[in-house]
């Protein structure tokens, strides 16, 4: 529509018009500034100046909002890397920064050919060094993506960080932290049931259907009570010793290795957040002992501490099998499995089904697709290595996959009988 003119918007939406190339003339900007009119994309203000209408800003937000289906790559001596593809929407411009909805970034350098019939369009470009398969590219703008992966990045650790606690505590270590005003147990039960974790709760040796009234519980000796939840592989064990104080139990081995460890941190600084106090982690008996501390936050960072707390139980899983279907824990419904098997009849064909987990349905934090795409690059790492280790006999590929756009990048597994390629997931 636009005939080859470039269309910025300025402040207040006021909409200026001028050449994007050297020679486009005033009836060629007048005839096209009718035509956005006619259809109601702007309005006159103005002898010369034209205001958007709401639909026109839509509109332009659409045409930033760019996306090439790619069709090859290829290297140039001369150039630098270069691609081919279907331009299914927007209008691509030299500066441009895009991803490849996996983590991959580059940033347009040249355009060197679009035909407006076939919305065949060739590019190059810089960066987007793992950029080499056919896929979709989108526009991209860099925002605080730096900042935003480290927030969502595994916390530091080295082998001998807990060195000394791992040969001093021959007991389980206590995770405590006492109640603010305002908080109490009810918080820690309310903020489970909608957590997605793991739990059981007993009382002596039966276990029961659901979380018990905390009068019940304190009405008598409440040890009787245990609550058992598990962040990936790692489990804590809750004591109802007294009312204004919550108490887990967790095995010190959890702080010699890196991934056990992110899920104590996470774990430790949603109790945090959930008592409103500091989270100490120490030896049992040993008051003074203290191993690590994690502090509340700011209840506007309270989203940061689920999300870390959720990407700890992603990046390290803990697998099921039924019927050999195997699938993550929180998605091992049985019905729902025998439902899928008499479709398929084969439990790989289910396996992949079932192994996926969409970052937008599970990250509130950021929505920014290049950072949800490195964040599932290490999800994807964490359930290869989860996969070999409980399933040695069976045969699995992980990748990130940066369609379907609507979910956002999306870590898929499948079972690989021998000599089969992989199968991407399907909707669950």
Same mark, same amino acid.
């Given at each position: 529509?636009?005939?080859?003119?470039?269309?910025?918007?300025?402040?207040?939406?006021?909409?200026?018009?001028?050449?994007?190339?050297?020679?486009?003339?005033?009836?060629?900007?007048?005839?096209?500034?009718?035509?956005?009119?006619?259809?109601?994309?702007?309005?006159?203000?103005?002898?010369?100046?034209?205001?958007?209408?709401?639909?026109?800003?839509? *509109?332009?937000?659409?045409?930033?909002?760019?996306?090439?289906?790619?069709?090859?790559?290829?290297?140039?001596?001369?150039?630098?890397?270069?691609?081919?593809?279907?331009?299914?929407?927007?209008?691509?411009?030299?500066?441009? *920064?895009?991803?490849?909805?996996? #983590?991959?970034?580059?940033?347009?350098?040249?355009?060197?050919?679009?035909?407006?019939?076939?919305?065949?369009?060739?590019?190059?470009?810089?960066?987007?060094?793992?950029?080499?398969?056919?896929?979709?590219?989108?526009?991209?703008?860099?925002?605080?993506?730096?900042?935003?992966?480290?927030?969502?990045?595994?916390?530091?650790?080295?082998?001998?960080?807990?060195?000394?606690?791992?040969?001093?505590?021959?007991?389980?270590?206590?995770?405590?932290?006492?109640?603010?005003?305002?908080?109490? *147990?009810?918080?820690?039960?309310?903020?489970?049931?909608?957590?997605?974790?793991?739990?059981?709760?007993?009382?002596?040796?039966?276990?029961?259907?659901?979380?018990?009234?905390?009068?019940?519980?304190?009405?008598?000796?409440?040890?009787?009570?245990?609550?058992?939840?598990?962040?990936?592989?790692?489990?804590?064990?809750?004591?109802?010793?007294?009312?204004?104080?919550?108490?887990?139990?967790?095995?010190?081995?959890?702080?010699?290795?890196?991934?056990?460890?992110?899920?104590?941190?996470?774990?430790?600084?949603?109790?945090?957040?959930?008592?409103?106090?500091?989270?100490?982690?120490?030896?049992?008996?040993?008051?003074?002992?203290?191993?690590?501390?994690?502090?509340?936050?700011?209840?506007?960072?309270?989203?940061?501490?689920?999300?870390?707390?959720?990407?700890?139980?992603?990046?390290?899983?803990?697998? #099921?099998?039924?019927?050999?279907?195997?699938?993550?824990?929180?998605?091992?419904?049985?019905?729902?499995?025998?439902?899928?098997?008499?479709?398929?009849?084969?439990?790989?064909?289910?396996?992949?089904?079932?192994?996926?987990?969409?970052?937008?349905?599970?990250?509130?934090?950021?929505?920014?697709?290049?950072?949800?795409?490195?964040?599932?690059?290490?999800?994807?790492?964490? *359930?290869?290595?989860?996969?070999?280790?409980?399933?040695?006999?069976?045969?699995?590929?992980?990748?990130?996959?940066?369609?379907?756009?609507?979910?956002?990048?999306?870590?898929?597994?499948?079972?690989?009988?021998?000599?089969?390629?992989?199968?991407?997931?399907?909707?669950?």
């Amino acid at each position: 529509m636009l005939e080859g003119l470039e269309v910025p918007r300025a402040v207040g939406d006021l909409l200026f018009l001028f050449p994007a190339l050297k020679e486009v003339g005033r009836s060629r900007v007048d005839a096209s500034i009718e035509r956005l009119a006619e259809a109601g994309l702007v309005r006159r203000v103005g002898n010369r100046l034209w205001e958007l209408t709401e639909s026109g800003s839509r *509109w332009l937000d659409e045409q930033a909002e760019w996306q090439i289906r790619v069709a090859e790559v290829v290297e140039s001596t001369a150039r630098g890397p270069m691609l081919t593809g279907t331009l299914d929407r927007g209008v691509v411009k030299v500066g441009d *920064w895009f991803h490849n909805g996996v #983590g991959n970034t580059g940033r347009v350098v040249a355009v060197d050919r679009f035909d407006p019939d076939s919305r065949s369009v060739s590019i190059g470009f810089e960066g987007a060094a793992g950029l080499s398969a056919p896929g979709v590219l989108r526009r991209w703008t860099p925002l605080a993506g730096d900042v935003d992966e480290a927030v969502l990045s595994p916390p530091a650790w080295d082998a001998d960080m807990f060195g000394e606690d791992l040969l001093l505590d021959g007991s389980l270590p206590d995770i405590s932290a006492r109640f603010a005003q305002g908080r109490s *147990w009810q918080d820690v039960h309310s903020l489970l049931a909608r957590s997605g974790l793991r739990w059981e709760i007993w009382r002596g040796s039966a276990q029961l259907s659901e979380l018990p009234p905390l009068d019940e519980v304190f009405a008598g000796d409440g040890d009787r009570y245990v609550l058992k939840t598990w962040v990936g592989p790692v489990q804590f064990n809750a004591h109802y010793w007294v009312r204004e104080e919550l108490d887990f139990d967790v095995e010190i081995g959890a702080l010699a290795e890196r991934s056990r460890f992110e899920c104590v941190v996470a774990f430790m600084d949603w109790l945090a957040s959930i008592a409103g106090a500091g989270a100490r982690l120490a030896h049992e008996g040993m008051t003074g002992a203290v191993v690590r501390v994690s502090t509340p936050v700011a209840t506007s960072d309270e989203v940061v501490v689920r999300d870390r707390l959720r990407l700890a139980e992603l990046r390290n899983p803990m697998f #099921g099998t039924y019927r050999d279907v195997v699938a993550p824990r929180w998605r091992l419904d049985e019905s729902n499995i025998d439902a899928w098997l008499e479709r398929h009849h084969d439990p790989d064909v289910v396996t992949s089904v079932l192994c996926h987990v969409h970052l937008w349905d599970e990250i509130e934090f950021t929505s920014d697709e290049v950072v949800l795409g490195r964040v599932a690059a290490t999800i994807a790492e964490g *359930w290869r290595a989860a996969l070999a280790a409980q399933f040695p006999g069976r045969a699995f590929e992980v990748g990130v996959a940066g369609e379907p756009e609507e979910h956002g990048p999306t870590v898929w597994a499948s079972a690989v009988a021998p000599h089969q390629p992989a199968r991407r997931p399907r909707s669950a």
